[in-house]
T-cell receptor, first 110, second 115 residues
Framework: GIQVEQSPPDLILQEGANSTLRCNFS?????LQWFHQNPWGQLINLFY???GTKQNGRLSATTVATERYSLLYISSSQTTDSGVYFC????????????FGKGTRLHILP | DGGITQSPKYLFRKEGQNVTLSCEQN?????MYWYRQDPGQGLRLIYY???????QKGDIAEGYSVSREKKESFPLTVTSAQKNPTAFYLC??????????????FGSGTQLSVL
């Protein structure tokens, strides 16, 4: 079936560390986005990245569409990076249905 | 400012009661979505609508109903048939024809609890 799998499910790091979050998907995609959910539940767009590489400050993302995965990199982690990171995918020919992975819960220790 | 407004922020439901969650957007987006999030879990799709007067069931539509009479509005009704409605509900919108840039925008959510 249609799947979006994220790993690891949980990650605890010391402030200043780097991290890599992974999103695997099971079919060709029109769209892939990374979101950060803050402690108040608000989902914030990080990247729209169906293919290629993008960078925004300490965050960057790479999607290799042919191998059906995307990576989110966080460098020099800060406590404000804590929260849940979601990958969301819109598959080709799926009538604009957008499916989320279960997320990676990141906790940055001071 | 353009955005998505969900109301109320907190909602309590009594047994056997139907409740309606509001979602309004002024982004001129064609498509709107409702997701349910349980504690420590991801987002599961309840219903989505690609255009006015049309909507499709998502993965967990049972016990929910929606309408899309106006482009700006996509209310979600949690019916008495939904036996476990306590969850965080998120509304989102997008323009499927807008390729590139930020695509899916979210409201701030409604926390529904059962009394």
């Amino acid at each position: 079936g249609i799947q979006v799998e994220q790993s690891p499910p949980d990650l605890i790091l010391q402030e200043g560390a780097n991290s890599t979050l992974r999103c695997n998907f099971s079919d060709s995609v029109n769209n892939l986005q990374w979101f950060h959910q803050n402690p108040w539940g608000q989902l914030i767009n990080l990247f729209y990245i169906p293919s290629g590489t993008k960078q925004n400050g300490r965050l960057s993302a790479t999607t290799v569409a042919t191998e059906r995965y995307s990576l989110l990199y966080i460098s020099s982690s800060q406590t404000t990076d804590s929260g849940v990171y979601f990958c969301a995918v819109e598959y080709v020919n799926r009538d604009d249905k957008i499916i989320f992975g279960k997320g990676t819960r990141l906790h940055i220790l001071p | 400012d353009g955005g998505i407004t969900q109301s109320p922020k907190y909602l309590f439901r009594k047994e056997g009661q139907n409740v309606t969650l509001s979602c309004e957007q002024n982004l001129n987006h064609d498509a709107m979505y409702w997701y349910r999030q349980d504690p420590g879990q991801g987002l599961r799709l309840i219903y989505y609508s690609q255009i006015v007067n049309d909507f499709q069931k998502g993965d967990i539509a049972e016990g929910y109903s929606v309408s899309r009479e106006k482009k700006e509005s996509f209310p979600l009704t949690v019916t008495s048939a939904q036996k476990n409605p306590t969850a965080f509900y998120l509304c989102a919108s997008t323009n499927p024809r807008d390729r590139g840039g930020e695509k899916l925008f979210f409201g701030s959510g409604t926390q529904l609890s059962v009394l």
